[in-house]
């Protein structure tokens, strides 16, 4: 027993044996997920309306400066929404996958990334 504990290593494969259980049980992953990453979904659903209000401020500001431009109606809506969803992906994703050095702050219920 005890060779066997000093070579568990060699004898498991432990990473694929992880993989191989949540390939089988997508269940499974997804509840971890959402137990591990509870508090950055929770801040992330909180800051949305928050963050769609001053980006929308943003998105009529320009406007407003190309509004006699020449077929700035068509393409307005279509960039800004690229823009703004891209944004904000990548500020979800880092808070969730990539909190290099993770903070608390407002009582656990946001979450601070430096990236």
């Not at 959402?34 to 963050?51: D, G, K, P, Y």
């Not at 703004?84 to 656990?108: D, E, L, S």
């Amino acid at each position: 027993m005890m060779e066997l504990r000093g070579n568990i290593s060699s004898i498991l494969d432990l990473q694929q044996m992880s993989v191989d259980t949540f390939v089988n049980n997508p269940r499974m992953m997804v509840e971890m997920f959402r137990s591990v990453a509870v508090n950055e979904l929770t801040f992330i659903q909180r800051i949305a309306a928050f963050m769609g209000f001053l980006l929308g401020l943003v998105q009529v500001l320009v406007y407003l400066l190309l509004e006699n431009v020449a077929g700035m109606d068509y393409i307005m809506l279509p960039v800004s929404g690229l823009i703004i969803g891209y944004f904000t992906n990548w500020i979800a994703i880092k808070m969730i996958f990539r909190p290099v050095w993770p903070h608390q702050y407002c009582n656990g219920r946001t979450p601070v990334i430096r990236c």
